[in-house]
T-cell receptor
Framework: KAGVTQTPRYLIKTRGQQVTLSCSPI?????VSWYQQTPGQGLQFLFE???????NKGNFPGRFSGRQFSNSRSEMNVSTLELGDSALYLC?????????????FGNGTRLTVT | AQSVTQLGSHVSVSEGALVLLRCNYS??????LFWYVQYPNQGLQLLLK??????LVKGINGFEAEFKKSETSFHLTKPSAHMSDAAEYFC????????????FGKGTKLTVNP
């Protein structure tokens, strides 16, 4: 089975621009979660989608949004980029929403905001 | 609410020595606990998980972890370190409420010296 695929791997954007990141989960996985990873804050939960509905949301401003499509693929969007948005954005999928279901992570998208 | 504390942001061991990475959790409900490993420029890979079936959990690459409820700990060990174990290790906790929100510790960077 193919793993979680995130595109693009690297992005460089300018402050004020917007960006869209894409995530294709493992085939059959219906839950997709997004995390932001920075050296200072570590791994922070952004949001989780299941069956095209947002089920959980972290403490991020409204500039961060996401969606999930009927084929479980997910996108996240960040508008009006700030320097502090520079981070590794990780997508993870799991089979279902049971608490013990492990997350399978992609290799991430490295976003640099200049 | 769940939380995780990883003691020691950096741990250095010699090749062949015991690896011990510490994790303490806080959870108001019986938790699910996980250890993930992250190699440079990659996403997180699941090492092992605790789901209450057994207190000693064996994972991949010779790692194991023991759940100790009385100490609220879930330390990760490996009897003999290998150079390829050099990476960053994350402990994570989730509740049993059906949420996929994993709460991660800050991570421990393991260095293995020849």
């Amino acid at each position: 089975k193919a793993g979680v695929t995130q595109t693009p791997r690297y992005l460089i954007k300018t402050r004020g621009q917007q960006v869209t990141l894409s995530c294709s989960p493992i085939s059959g996985h219906r839950s997709v979660s997004w995390y932001q990873q920075t050296p200072g804050q570590g791994l922070q939960f952004l949001f989780e989608y299941f069956s095209e509905t947002q089920r959980n949301k972290g403490n991020f401003p409204g500039r961060f949004s996401g969606r999930q499509f009927s084929n479980s693929r997910s996108e996240m969007n960040v508008s009006t980029l700030e320097l502090g948005d520079s981070a590794l954005y990780l997508c993870a999928s799991s089979l279902d929403r049971q608490g013990g279901s492990p997350l399978h992570f992609g290799n991430g998208t490295r976003l640099t905001v200049t | 609410a769940q939380s995780v504390t990883q003691l020691g942001s950096h741990v250095s061991v010699s090749e062949g020595a015991l690896v011990l990475l510490r994790c303490n959790y806080s959870s108001s409900v019986p938790p699910y606990l996980f250890w993930y490993v992250q190699y440079p420029n990659q996403g997180l890979q699941l090492l092992l998980k605790y789901t209450s079936a057994a207190t000693l959990v064996k994972g991949i690459n010779g790692f194991e972890a023991e759940f100790k409820k009385s100490e609220t700990s879930f330390h990760l060990t490996k009897p003999s370190a290998h150079m390829s174990d050099a990476a960053e290790y994350f402990c994570a906790v989730s509740g049993q409420g059906g949420s996929e929100k994993l709460v991660f510790g800050k991570g421990t960077k393991l260095t293995v010296n020849p």
